[in-house]
């Protein structure tokens, strides 16, 4: 520190500069030298600044510390047992656990991204466009950023982005039951059958028709190709057929387990003729008036059987804001958040590369792969690195994403030290076991605190 | 954000002949069938970044869709169905927001905290910034690594204490409150971005004016601010959208007259299905100032947000 006292701003030249060592900008501006004002000046040009700094910054660290080693009302001199409530009390160690998850998990799925749509974004001639659009959400606040994933996290697919995209993607692949409501009339000899269908107790032989009578179909929900019902197509000496049709007379009226007047068929329900080994013969599908048939069954004893997956339950989508998965879910939404800040400082870095080094790699017949793992992660370590240690800190002190996307009922599983030590300290009224928690984040941002000092001397030496 | 975003680096460095679409990635020495694979390559990088670009604008898409729609035809079906159907949309949601006056209430309360705790702290770190870049006084270089430092103090470690604190002055609850806890705050990442940018000045310019027997307070307005303009200018709007966006310090300093949007959204946030209309329309409101700042000054804002890496 040079501790010359300055002579007033209107003295003479200055007798020689400051110490190379100690300039303090980064573009090196050197000082004012002897002509700099007073020193009593530059404390009352500090004095606001100062004030502030003390009364929100130090002195709330020296009372959060002096606080923690008392007890909740803060008449108790307790010493560590708050520390030590920390590490024991459930919902404070959920909120320790979760807490790791975020910092492990976090940063670094941001970073990748930011790093890939950086790489990405120099390919295409819409860059700006792109990088304004992912940027954004780092405009607005994390509670409206909840409310946008409240919404897509909906659990009902009819109202929730993302599982109505997963259950439409799902029903592509494995399409749902056509009826999952129906079930058999009771008394119609028809049993539960394997993975949730439904098998005819009694043996069908070639050259029989066999009845597979079901309710439980709302008329609501029958397709327009559900015509009246008709018996069992006549059957050959090599044929098996049958009728699948829904048995219940809307108005009441009609005979159990009989084909009525104004009964309709289930088209579309898969049968199958399996033989006495477990083996399937033969399958078919009920047309329009429920009928089927098996043509060219060998001769023998079979069982018809209905699949299980005609009565499938629809795909309803995953439970994003279940116990299970809401932690995963919100740093979902923090990606969605963060990668546009990531993406932009990355892209500055990688702006900053020479272009020689990577047309070098790429005339010496490197792949864009190998540029990009060979030459480009490595000359953008630096910029990766600050990006990632930015990212932990935030990420250490989340709360208004966890606040806002969790639903009530499930705030104890996706808790997180910032959102405990609010709920303790303002909730519960524990102040001291607040102050602990507060004193534990601070702790845990000190490995930042230094990596931020070195990285600015280093940077200004 | 603009490639002056990247101020360091020139904005496009690479060669762009007109007969390659993506950017000249080929040096001349490659084969007709590298170049095709090159193409063919950026197409799917198109249709990827395509597809990340709607993954990133159909959320936001949703909420301003859904904030359009009577609370009926939310619960009966996804915003999308909207989409098919725009006669259903109405600004009803927005009407019932005008005639609510806790909601109305809270907008100006977001105001009256976010307009002084900025002009607050870009004139103190002004001051400050200056003085820690410009003037010399004995520990001034530890003082300044000691603002580093306080960059990434947790905010949580001031609740309790100032809560106290607070109390005893009466002021718990008070928009006075709130600002004052916002400028204590920001201060550090102000006066950061504040000295680093004026002590990048040229020297010259100071010691012009100095020679010239300029005051202090005079070289300060007449030279450092002038000149200092695009930090401001950043810095301004970063913190702008900082304490706009609030919701931790609210929750805790706030009371239920004095609550800001964010803290008024949230406690409807309970019954998130019932109170959907107002939710998703308020949510857009405290959404609107953000965005239009945003996209008027995306440079300025982009700048104060990298500057702010490692906060």
Partial sequence: MAETSQPPEAGGAAPGGPAAGEEPGPQEPGRAGALGPPGWLALAFLLPALLFLGAYMLYPIGFSVYRSLWDASGTTFVGLENYLRMFTNPPTFVALRNNVVWVVVAPIAVTVAGLIFAVLTERIRWATAFKLVVFMPMAVSFLASGVIFRLV???????????????????????????????????????????????????AAPGEGVALPLVGVAADDLPASAGPASGPPDAGPEAVTGTVWLDFTPGGGGEEGAIDPEERGLPGVQVRLVEADGSTAATARAGGDGSFAFEGVEPGAYSVVLDGRNFAEPYRGVTWLGPTLVTPAIIGAYLWVWAGFAMVLIAAGLAAIPREALEAARVDGATEWQVFRRVTVPLLSPVLMVVFVTLMIYVLKIFDLVFVIAPGSVQADANVLAVEMWRVAFGANDQGLGSALAVFLLVLVVPAMVFQIRRFRRENS | MSDDAAATAPPDARPDPPPEPDGGEGAPRRSAASRAAALLGSGAVQVLLVLIALFWLVPTLGLFVSSLRTPADNAASGWWTALARPAELTLANYAGLLDNPVFVGSFWNTVLITVPSTLLIVVIASLAGYALAWMEFPGRDWLFLGVVALLVVPIQVALVPIAQLYGGAGIYGSIVGVVLFHVGFGLP??????????????????????????????IFRRVILPLGGPAIASLTIFQFLWVWNDLLVALVFADAANQPMTKALQAEMRQFGANIDVISSGAFIS??????VFFAFQRYFVQGVMAGAVK
């Fill in chain 1, 153 to 203: 996290y909906e659990q009902d697919p009819e109202r929730g982005l993302a599982n109505a995209v997963i259950t439409t993607v799902q029903d592509t692949v494995a399409p749902a039951g056509a009826y999952p409501d129906a079930r058999p009339r009771e008394g119609a000899g028809l049993a539960e059958g394997p993975e949730g269908g439904y098998r005819l107790e009694a043996e």
């Fill in chain 2, 287 to 292: 959404m609107v100032v953000p965005l239009v």
């Fill in chain 2, 189 to 218: 990442f102000a006066i950061f971005l504040l000295r680093n940018f004026f002590a990048a000045i040229p020297r010259d310019l100071l010691e012009a004016a100095r020679m010239d027997g300029g005051k202090e307070l005079t």
